[in-house]
């Protein structure tokens, strides 16, 4: 009896011990896996950081459709997409956001008719209005691209309006509509826009007509 309670407990713990480690290896085993998705979840969300100033560079620009006029300050632009619409929702004034058109406004810069004359007031109200209506003859509901930029401080947007490879702008400039208002640093398109002032002066066109000299 003794011999077969002795065979007994050594079985015993022989397959105890088998048991042990098997669930100890069991063990590690899921400790390696758990590490290796968590290092594949830091690699995502080092990659998500990673591709983060490349999304903020696409968002400097905006595309729509040239809808209206309402100053000659700025023009107001049609976003179709309502889903790229919605997010300046929280952002703009109600004075740059249009709810029921669907339309953002898009401050022009460089430019201001409205500082541009001092010929009366009388002139100077003709003179607002009629580049206002010019720019709306020529672009309305043109397909425009803005380069702009958001200014969280009077929440609107300050841009280069594009339709195909005309910067309204700078064709602002070109007819005479505005000087150009050079502001603290020289844009990229400062040879572009001195030009067109250049080329104003030259053909006398809008302000720099021989009789407002």
């Known amino acids: ?35 290796s998705i968590r290092q594949k979840l830091f690699g995502r969300m080092d990659d ?16 729509g459709v040239f809808s209206r006029v309402t100053d000659s ?13 919605r997010k300046w929702t929280f952002k703009l004034s109600k004075q740059n956001l249009n709810l ?20 009366g007031k009388e002139y100077n109200v003709w003179f607002r209005k009629k580049a206002a209506f010019e720019m709306q003859k020529i ?11 958001f200014s969280e401080k009077l929440f609107r947007l300050d841009g280069m309006v594009w339709t195909g490879d005309t910067n309204i702008n700078v064709w602002l ?4 509509w505005s000087f150009y208002l050079l502001g603290n640093e020289s844009p990229p398109e400062h040879d572009d826009l001195l ?3 250049n080329e104003a002066k030259q053909n006398q066109v809008g302000l720099w007509k021989e009789e407002l000299q």
Do not use: C
């Open 1 to 35: 009896m003794n011999y077969y309670r002795i065979l007994l407990l050594t079985s015993y713990f022989f397959f105890g011990g088998l048991v042990i480690e098997f669930h100890e290896v069991r063990a590690e085993e899921g400790l390696f896996k758990t590490e």
């Open 48 to 63: 998500r950081k990673k591709s983060k100033p490349l999304r903020t560079v696409s968002e400097k620009i905006l595309i």
């Open 73 to 85: 300050e700025s023009v107001w632009i049609r976003i179709e997409s309502r889903s790229e619409f």
């Open 100 to 119: 029921p058109r669907q339309e953002v406004r898009v401050w022009l810069k460089y430019i201001s008719p409205k500082l541009s004359i001092s010929h």
């Open 139 to 149: 672009f309305y509901n043109r397909q425009v691209r803005i380069d702009y930029d």
């Open 173 to 176: 400039i070109r007819n005479g």
């Open 195 to 197: 030009a067109a002032e």
